[in-house]
C-alpha cells in the first residue's frame, strides 16, 4: 500500500520557518515526481512545489510556484525515501494546508498546471503563519 506521509506544519510567527516532510512508503520516489499542493479555506488549490523524477543523469528538475520563489527551497533524501520542504520568510498568505503528492509522469508539469489526477495525494500538514 503507498502511503505519503506529511508532517511538518505548525504555527508559526511572519518571518519565521518551517520545513514539512513528505514520506513515500510504498514506492521509490526516485521513480516519481513529488509535490506539493496546498489550499486555503475559501480559495483554489494551488501547486506550489515539484522535483522530478530521476532519471540518473544528473540533478532533479524542480519548480516552484512564483509566490514562493526564493522563500522555498525542495529537496530529496534518498535514503530515507522523503522529500522536504524547507520554508522561510513565511508571511501570512502562507497559511493553508499543505498536501504532498507523487505521480508517475516523473515531471511536474501536472503540478505546474495545477491538475489533481495525480497517482497519490498524502493528507494535509497544516501551516498557520501569525501576523
Known amino acids: 500500500e503507498v502511503q505519503l506521509q506529511a508532517s511538518g506544519g505548525g504555527l508559526v510567527q511572519t518571518g519565521g520557518s518551517l520545513r514539512l516532510s513528505c514520506a513515500a512508503l510504498?514506492?521509490?520516489?526516485?521513480?516519481?515526481?513529488i509535490g506539493w499542493f496546498r489550499q486555503a479555506p475559501g480559495k483554489e488549490r494551488e501547486g506550489i512545489s515539484c522535483i522530478s523524477s530521476s532519471d540518473g543523469s544528473g540533478p532533479r528538475t524542480t519548480y516552484y510556484e512564483d509566490s514562493v520563489k526564493g522563500r522555498f527551497t525542495i529537496s530529496g533524501d534518498n535514503a530515507k525515501n522523503t522529500v522536504y520542504l524547507e520554508m522561510s520568510s513565511l508571511k501570512p498568505e502562507d497559511t493553508a494546508n499543505y498536501y504532498c503528492v507523487a505521480d508517475s509522469w516523473g515531471s511536474c508539469a501536472k503540478v505546474v498546471a495545477n491538475r489533481g489526477d495525480m497517482d497519490y495525494w498524502g493528507k494535509g500538514t497544516q501551516v498557520t503563519v501569525s501576523s
Open positions: 510504498g514506492l521509490s520516489f526516485d521513480d516519481y515526481a
